[in-house]
């Protein structure tokens, strides 16, 4: 779960694919954790211009995790739904924090 969560956006893509290949396994039983052991709301961000990881993917995510809100980023990809746009993002962190005080 560190490997597939933890890459770095300069890894190169052989890299990149065996941490994928070789953890999605295991990735299952994570969200199975979440949506079983965990009572806390999930929000999965996703650049809707993201040619990285398919919007697929995060839709994928909340289909294991029925709580999960999934919100799609016009005109982001995958790094610039953060680079780009650094103080949005800790605007809406933060409302997702205080909501769930």
């Known amino acids: ?3 597939f969560f933890c890459h770095t956006h300069i890894a190169s893509w052989h890299t990149l694919h065996n941490i994928i290949c070789g953890s999605a ?3 299952d039983k994570c969200l199975e954790a979440v949506r079983d052991q ?3 709301g999930v929000t ?4 809707g211009d ?3 990881l398919p919007v697929g993917c995060s839709y994928a995510v909340q289909s294991k995790i029925p709580r999960a809100t ?3 980023i016009d005109g982001k ?3 610039t739904i953060v680079v780009q746009r ?3 993002l800790a605007r809406e962190l933060e409302e997702i924090w205080d909501t769930k005080r």
């Open 1 to 3: 779960m560190d490997g």
């Open 25 to 27: 396994g295991k990735i």
């Open 38 to 40: 965990l009572t806390c």
């Open 44 to 47: 999965i961000y996703h650049g």
């Open 50 to 52: 993201d040619e990285l």
């Open 70 to 72: 999934v919100k799609v």
């Open 77 to 79: 990809d995958h790094v």
């Open 86 to 88: 650094q103080k949005e």
